[in-house]
């Protein structure tokens, strides 16, 4: 496999880029001329160890987000309602304004596309 930049092209894998920016492979926060850098869109290879959870709740949302379960069992807390991925493929999708929060049930890794990306703006990481 040929890895890193070469025009616009890049490849790379996953999980060890993942490591290197909080899980983020794809956004505004990469260099413009990384083909990696959109101001469209945000994607995360996520690796949660069974019982992370977020510390506190996500407010004021401002960006649409998919999350899709590759494995484990990851719950998901949403206003009025809890979201359970269980198996490989389930998703959940949220828009602008939703409030949200999540708990690995299990050893768990989901893929994120959050869109549109805003460039600083950032909900601080409080995992515990």
């Given at each position: 496999?040929?890895?890193?930049?070469?025009?616009?092209?890049?490849?790379?894998?996953?999980?060890?880029?993942?490591?290197?920016?909080?899980?983020w492979l794809?956004?505004?926060?990469?260099?413009?001329?990384?083909?990696?850098?959109?101001?469209?869109?945000?994607?995360?290879?996520?690796?949660?160890?069974?019982?992370?959870?977020?510390?506190?709740?996500?407010?004021?949302?401002?960006?649409?987000?998919?999350?899709?379960?590759?494995?484990?069992?990851?719950?998901v807390e949403?206003?009025?309602?809890?979201?359970?991925?269980?198996?490989?493929?389930?998703?959940?999708?949220?828009?602008?304004?939703?409030?949200?929060?999540?708990?690995?049930?299990?050893?768990?890794?989901?893929?994120?596309?959050?869109?549109?990306?805003?460039?600083?703006?950032?909900?601080?990481?409080?995992?515990?």
């Amino acid at each position: 496999m040929d890895d890193g930049v070469n025009d616009s092209v890049y490849v790379g894998n996953a999980g060890k880029d993942a490591a290197l920016d909080r899980g983020w492979l794809l956004g505004h926060f990469k260099d413009p001329g990384d083909p990696r850098h959109s101001e469209a869109v945000e994607i995360k290879w996520g690796v949660h160890p069974r019982g992370e959870e977020r510390a506190r709740w996500v407010e004021g949302e401002q960006r649409t987000a998919l999350l899709v379960l590759v494995s484990g069992r990851f719950r998901v807390e949403l206003p009025g309602r809890t979201v359970v991925l269980a198996e490989q493929g389930d998703y959940v999708v949220w828009g602008r304004g939703v409030d949200h929060s999540w708990h690995a049930e299990e050893d768990s890794v989901l893929l994120t596309v959050r869109w549109p990306s805003v460039p600083g703006y950032a909900v601080p990481d409080t995992t515990a």
